[in-house]
Structures are given as structure tokens and as C-alpha cells.
């Protein structure tokens, strides 16, 4: 988990951007952002197009700076 929450703090990503970065399955990565979404932890920084996928997703960070900002859409 830390491995995760470190990966977003990094730049915001999409989870399968952070899969690939840490080898980590998409679906653990996503249980942990439903988790850390209830605790406020992580933040929707903006939705675009996935650069690995070129699909539509959504762009989380934990980066506390960036939480103010608002959501950027594409």
C-alpha cells in the first residue's frame, strides 16, 4: 500500500498507470483508493484520457497540495 500511495504522490495517474509503474494489480490499486477515498487520503484531481489506455479515467493524487485545486475535465 504504502508503494501505491507513494506512486500518486509522485504525479497524479490513473490506476493503471500506477499498476504498471508498481507491478501491482489494478484491482488490489483500486480497493485501496475506494479506502483511501472513505478516509480522505486521496483526491479525483482531474479525467482524461488514460496515457497507457487512451481511455477515459480519472486522475488521482494524495499529494495534500493538490487537493484545493479544482477538477479538471477533458
Known amino acids: 500500500m504504502k508503494q501505491v500511495f507513494t506512486a500518486f504522490k509522485h504525479k497524479p495517474s490513473t490506476m493503471l498507470m500506477v499498476s504498471i509503474e508498481t507491478g501491482i494489480l489494478r484491482a488490489n490499486i483500486c480497493r485501496y483508493v475506494a479506502e483511501w477515498q472513505k478516509q480522505g487520503r486521496i483526491h479525483l484531481f482531474q479525467q482524461g484520457l488514460c496515457k497507457v489506455s487512451k481511455h477515459r479515467a480519472g486522475y488521482y493524487t494524495t ?12
Open 63 to 74: 499529494d495534500t497540495n493538490l487537493f484545493t485545486q479544482p477538477l479538471l475535465l477533458f
